[in-house]
């Protein structure tokens, strides 16, 4: 056995080989109906050899020509054609038959030759999954795992058992790795392109576990927006955009990954060819203004200060709705909540659609915190009158005003 070819050596080995097992056995219609665990009580038993008929066990004719012994128990056939038949005899080949018994054998070859061909099949695709097996797991496994007569499905059985991972531990496992790729990070990564293609890898490991946060477009848009949020401001705003001309499928939960993945990459080469090549971003002056198009935070801020400052006691801050505690009535973290177009529709753009999941986060948010409604209502009377005239389009507003739907 090659060592190159051995794919499961122990537990960190389980799911990749596992789920490569399972795409081989699904395609020669093993998986789900002879092998799975999970449908133990449903499973079909594996095919065996048939048994071809036996020309002895059908009806003896007497030719015409022949006269029955006396005291002989010969009688005529009820067949299409009526024949004499011989009960004392057996017919040694179909040519000794009866019409009526090559009728009823002929049909018995033929289920036979028929079920003679699935077993041929089924028994060649265990042979050659049962060979996979042999070269991609350790000898040590082998020997105690696949037992000199036992079928495929003991094999898998027995090897789940010894170095297999329960489902609970995979879903934790891709729920983990998921989180990693999904990081909001301070910087661009150096190889934006294998970020997104972890990204992709990871979303659907994780779906495929059944991890519960990316089971809907919503949720897991939502955690993409916020990966690249440090990126640039350009990716940040074309997420806003990309947010904007998708809100019905990413509500209805009909977007697909590739279409957000594919958007990405196309904005990655636009970038890169408006600029020479990946973009370099340099880090701020204390002051400028962070990626999320917001001022530094106060906790930002007192970070940053002289040691003699942090030694004051710090002041009582009221929630602001910043970038660090996020909007109170719609729970967005890229504006405050005097910013909020749930929370103020009259200042949206023309043209917003409000998101639904959003508007059912700042219902509960209401109905959570008695003093919300109150702050808005305070914040309504401040704030001035819109200006007459023609608003901004979506395009021309994203750029300059923190993203006011829920990512």
Excluded at 121 to 126: A, G, P
Excluded at 242 to 249: L, S
Aim: some cysteine; glycine content about 6%; proline content about 7%.
């Amino acid at each position: 056995m090659a060592s190159d070819k051995i794919k499961l050596k122990g537990a960190p080995d389980w799911e990749a080989w596992t789920t490569e097992f399972q795409i081989i056995a699904d395609a020669a219609h093993l998986w789900e109906e002879k092998i799975n665990p999970k449908n133990a009580e449903a499973l079909k038993p594996f095919l065996t050899m048939p048994t071809p008929p036996n020309p002895q066990n059908y009806e003896k004719r007497i030719m015409p020509s022949q006269q029955p012994p006396a005291g002989s128990t010969r009688g005529i056939s009820t067949g299409p054609t009526a024949e004499a038949v011989d009960y004392d005899g057996r017919p040694s080949n179909s040519g000794e038959m009866t019409t009526s018994g090559r009728i009823a054998f002929g049909l018995d070859q033929t289920t036979y030759k028929f079920n003679k061909e699935l077993y041929e099949k089924e028994d060649k695709n265990v042979m050659d999954l049962k060979k996979w097996i042999s070269t991609t797991i350790s000898p040590h496994l082998m020997q105690t795992c696949c037992p000199t007569g036992k079928g495929i499905d003991v094999w898998y059985a027995k090897l789940k058992a010894q170095v297999g991972i329960s489902d609970a531990a995979l879903r934790d496992m891709a729920k983990d790795r998921y989180q990693a790729a999904i990081k909001p990070l301070a910087r661009p990564p150096k190889d934006m392109s294998a970020w997104v293609t972890e990204w992709e890898e990871r979303l659907a490991e994780a779906k495929k576990n059944g991890v519960g946060r990316v089971q809907h477009a919503t949720d897991w848009f939502e955690d993409f927006d916020r990966a690249i949020r440090g990126f640039s401001p350009a990716y940040r705003t074309w997420a806003q955009t990309f947010a904007a001309t998708n809100t019905e499928a990413i509500d209805n939960d009909t977007l697909a990954a590739g279409v957000l993945s594919n958007g990405f990459r196309a904005e990655m080469r636009r970038e890169e060819s408006t600029s020479g090549g990946p973009r370099k971003f340099q880090k701020g002056a204390h002051g400028a203004a962070t990626f999320d198009g917001e001022p530094p935070s106060e906790e930002e801020d007192r970070l940053k200060a002289p040691a003699t400052e942090k030694k004051r006691a710090p002041s009582k801050r009221r929630y602001t709705g910043g970038s660090k505690s996020g909007c109170r009535a719609c729970g967005n973290t890229g504006h405050a909540l005097d910013k909020c177009w749930y929370a103020f529709p009259d200042q949206a753009f023309d043209g917003w659609t409000p998101r639904e999941f959003a508007k059912k986060k700042m219902e509960e948010a209401l109905k959570k915190d008695d003093s919300l409604q109150a702050e808005i209502d305070k914040l309504k009377k401040r704030k001035k009158p819109k200006k007459t005239g023609p608003r901004k389009d979506h395009a021309a507003h994203i750029a300059d005003v923190d993203d006011q739907e829920e990512d």
